[in-house]
């Protein structure tokens, strides 16, 4: 019998013991199994365990309790330096690199000048290792194992270092590499990377495994519980309505009262799904005689902003001035535009064209929080769509033969 899975973990534990300290468990009771041409993403935050366990992965540590069955040949980039001798060449190291991990001199040779114009090192090939930069080194490690033919790569924060282009190029050459059936697993604190790539993702907490499904589910769920609660044990809650306390946010000549997020149809506190349309209120008072510009964003749980919107950037905007008196500004946001997600509301206000007085900003004042609607949790595309932005775009189809 084929077996379909590459890696497979059961009942692991990692205990490290220390002359005069307590024993830690950096892995506890971890069960995993990872199928084969899977890319899979260990995220959590620093010290829940996930270097210890592409370390044990990679055989680097041995485990306390438990079994790791690997059905593949496994190779990965781990820390800076590792399997690399830093007396001799990048050229060196390549066949070195290919001889560890069983690629015959030949195999390497049919590679190596597709290898270094990937790695974008030609100038420095030559030149020992200890003498490269920790991007020039990230560059040759990548480039060594992507195109050494890897069945199983595992890859600890290798997007961390180097250029925002040579980062896209490894992100496509991991898409080429899956799309051959290589199996990945992947230790990232960009979430982005993690939901750019992978299809699977678990959540590590105090070395075990609290979370394991879906990776855009699995990064929503982790993003909520770091900006929402912490990983504390109360449900989470987001912040539907804001009263600001008297000076604290003002400029002088404007002050901020309330803030509030609603279903538009159904109001405060009620769930808002996909469809449904969003509004968002600001209450402010003007103590002056003056034109005032609203800045409106929305930002995701990854930080990104994903809408900006000003009424003063309309065509057809006229400047009028508002009288000293208190005003209610209320912002729709269309139904059918929003994915599925956390969602963050940040304000500034100003003068019109004067930068003389400084605007009032307010950022994550409001949180919501949008859902699928019941009919979309029964379609297998609907699920699989991660993208931050999810309009229900026009389609025009027709026979043209």
């Given at each position: 019998m084929v077996e379909d899975y590459a890696i497979r973990i059961e009942g692991l534990g990692k205990k490290f013991s220390g002359k005069n300290q307590d024993d830690f468990w950096a892995l506890s009771d971890v069960d995993l199994e990872i199928k084969k041409g899977e890319v899979i993403a260990i995220i959590g935050k620093n010290g829940a365990g996930k270097s210890t366990l592409l370390s044990i992965l990679s055989g680097v540590l041995k485990p306390t309790t438990g079994r790791i069955t690997i059905n593949g040949r496994i190779t990965g980039i781990l820390e800076i330096g590792t399997g690399f001798h830093p007396d001799l060449t990048g050229r060196e190291n390549v066949y070195l690199n290919g001889e560890?991990?069983?690629?015959?001199?030949?195999?390497?040779?049919?590679?190596?000048?597709?290898?270094?114009?990937?790695?974008?090192?030609?100038?420095?090939?030559?030149?020992?290792?200890?003498?490269?930069?920790?991007?020039?080194?990230?560059?040759?490690?990548?480039?060594?194992?992507?195109?050494?033919?890897?069945?199983?790569?595992?890859?600890?924060?290798v997007f961390s270092v180097g250029d925002a282009a040579f980062q896209k190029k490894c992100l496509e050459k991991i898409r080429e590499l899956i799309g051959h059936g290589t199996t990945a697993v992947l230790v990232a604190h960009n979430m982005n990377d993690v939901t750019n790539i992978c299809k699977r993702a678990c959540i590590l907490q105090e070395g075990k495994v609290i979370m394991h499904g879906k990776a855009f589910d699995v990064v929503q769920h982790y993003l909520e519980r770091i900006l929402l609660d912490n990983f504390s044990d109360k449900p989470l809650a987001t912040v539907e309505r804001k009263e600001f306390v008297p000076g604290e946010a003002n400029n002088g000549s404007i002050e901020l009262k309330s803030a509030e997020v609603r279903n538009a149809i159904k109001g405060l506190g009620r769930q808002i799904t996909r469809e449904d349309e969003i509004e968002i209120e600001l209450r402010f008072a003007q103590t002056d005689i003056s034109s005032t510009q609203?800045?409106?964003?929305?930002?995701?749980?990854?930080?990104?902003?994903?809408?900006?919107?000003?009424?003063?950037?309309?065509?057809?905007?006229?400047?009028?001035?508002?009288?000293?008196?208190?005003?209610?500004?209320?912002?729709?946001?269309?139904?059918?535009?929003?994915?599925?997600?956390?969602?963050?509301?940040?304000?500034?206000?100003?003068?019109?064209?004067?930068?003389?007085?400084?605007?009032?900003?307010?950022?994550?004042?409001?949180?919501f929080k949008i859902e699928l609607n019941d009919w979309e949790k029964d379609r297998l595309w609907s699920l699989e769509i991660d993208s931050v932005l999810r309009p229900d775009l026009k389609w025009k189809s027709e026979r043209i033969s």
């Open positions: 560890l991990n069983g690629v015959t001199r030949k195999s390497v040779d049919a590679v190596f000048n597709e290898l270094l114009e990937f790695s974008e090192l030609k100038d420095f090939i030559e030149k020992p290792v200890k003498t490269y930069s920790s991007g020039m080194f990230m560059r040759l490690a990548f480039s060594v194992f992507a195109f050494l033919n890897p069945e199983i790569l595992l890859l600890d924060e609203i800045l409106l964003s929305i930002t995701n749980a990854s930080g990104v902003i994903v809408l900006m919107d000003s009424y003063g950037v309309r065509k057809d905007y006229v400047e009028t001035k508002n009288e000293r008196g208190i005003y209610a500004e209320t912002v729709v946001i269309p139904g059918s535009l929003l994915n599925k997600g956390l969602y963050f509301v940040n304000f500034m206000l100003g003068k019109n064209l004067d930068t003389s007085t400084k605007a009032v900003e307010v950022w994550n004042v409001l949180s």
